[in-house]
């Protein structure tokens, strides 16, 4: 591994190459690999398709589109639809962020700035402080602010015109937000995870950019371990591409990737460390829950948003994890991912947990064969079947 791409944390404890997380080392990289307008966009086939309804709609009528929110886990892809959607209008996008607009000035500073038809981008919106919040609802709304100045009883408020503009607003916690403030788009698109067959295109359109010779069995080897997520495929094509050009001669094949994801740790289903430090606390200092996101979070020391919003999304769509009233649980795939057998009562993934009954009908009305998986009853594991 070469210098440059190594990432530690604040504990000097090496970031892994799995997490969803924006690290420094991606910024270039990303650029030159981020979709130029809807067609280049892999992938969210239902969020390109209403898109291109709300741009078009827009742009025939001769007017400003409705102001967009963008949500979903991190390296999905909403900066690179936030500049589409600016390129598709063929307008331009002043860029800011949530915690940047610490104070009302700065957003009216930014606001008064636009030109008519220009794309706002606040990314992380979820974060934005209330002064600069309530500014943005009237901006938002009839394209005005409230500029005051002066305090006390002497204080005026001058309002200020702003010029027609589109906001879009990316936010991996959409629940974050507040009403007033979601209300306030007129459309929101939700990104999913992506399937492999996707972020196998993915990997061979950056191979193609990055001038890498990846054969197709090889994408696909990778396109599994990305945890549905392109910023993570494109991070680990760059890692194989390392170890085929210092132990392979340059071409990436299956082999290749094999050997090289080995060496990073990435498992088979593409869990990093802090999804499997997740995992082993739930199931191994609590039980298997349920437990608090913050109580885990602590467990595993980290911040508990990002339990939360990195790794916790792909857990649960994995199956692994299960979100109920009373905190997080373990199911029966996460157990037999760590290689134990799983207690009776946990849930098979996907259902809704219920509080303290007798679970044991649960595998007795399912057909083990159906999945394949026997659940055998250890005499000696407590809660196992007589
Ligand atoms: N649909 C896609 N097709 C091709 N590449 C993609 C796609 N989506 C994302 N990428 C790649 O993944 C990288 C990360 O995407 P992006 O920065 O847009 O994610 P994000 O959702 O804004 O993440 P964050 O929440 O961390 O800001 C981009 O540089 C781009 O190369
Ligand atoms: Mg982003």
Known sequence: MTDEYREFDAAGVERSQVTAEHLP?????????????????????????????????????GGTPDHILLSGPPGLGKTSMAMIIAAELGTSLRLTSGPALERAGDLAAMLSNLSEGDVLFIDEIHRIARPAEEMLYLAMEDFRVDVVVGKGPGATSIPLEVAPFTLVGATTRSGALTGPLRDRFGFTAHMDFYDPPELQRILQRSARILGIDLREDAAAEIAGRSRGTPRIANRLLRRVRDYADVRADGVVTRDVAKAALEVYDVDPIGLDRLDRAVLGALVRSFGGGPVGVSTLAVAVGEEPATVEEVCEPFLVRAGMIARTPRGRVATQAAWLQLGLTPPPEAATGGIEVRAREPQLELFDDTDPSAHGDTHPSDPDEPGARP
């Open 25 to 61: 080392s991606d910024a270039d990289i990303e650029t030159s690999l981020r979709p130029k307008d809807l067609d280049d966009f892999i992938g969210q086939a239902r969020v390109r398709e209403q898109l291109q309804l709300v741009l078009r709609g827009a742009k025939l009528r």
